[in-house]
């Protein structure tokens, strides 16, 4: 079982940094490939980044590409969103997702966590 806890967010002046942190309490951490998602008001959840079991390999979402980077470190059963040179439209709820299989995919998800809120003001 996987349990995915969310954190780090909050409220950030554009052209800041946050970094958001995901953690699992399980035993199987490793097993899943990771992934950050977003949500903004009145818009469709989006993908934002991915990363294989090993963090070996990552991909990230063009509108976030060279600002937000996704990194892991299975001791500590963690997986990190750094996010710089944060815009307004970086504004949403951030979610966590853990899949088996890599690359994650927003219809494939086994395992969510309840988010965390990223506000950027302008």
């Known amino acids: 079982q996987v349990q995915l806890v969310e954190s780090g967010g909050g409220l950030v002046q554009a052209g800041g940094s946050l970094r958001l942190s995901c953690a699992d309490s399980g035993r199987t951490f490793s097993n899943y490939a990771l992934g950050w998602f977003r949500q903004a008001p009145g818009k469709e959840r989006e993908f934002v980044a991915t990363?294989?079991?090993?963090?070996?390999?990552?991909h990230h979402a063009d509108s976030v590409k060279g600002r937000f980077t996704i990194s892991r470190d299975n001791a500590k059963n963690t997986v990190y969103l750094q996010m710089n040179s944060l815009k307004p439209e970086d504004t949403a709820v951030y979610y966590c997702a853990a899949d088996p299989t890599y690359p994650v995919n927003l219809d494939s998800i086994h395992y969510w966590g309840k988010g965390t809120l990223v506000t950027v003001s302008s």
């Open positions: 990363i294989s079991r090993s963090g070996y390999y990552t």
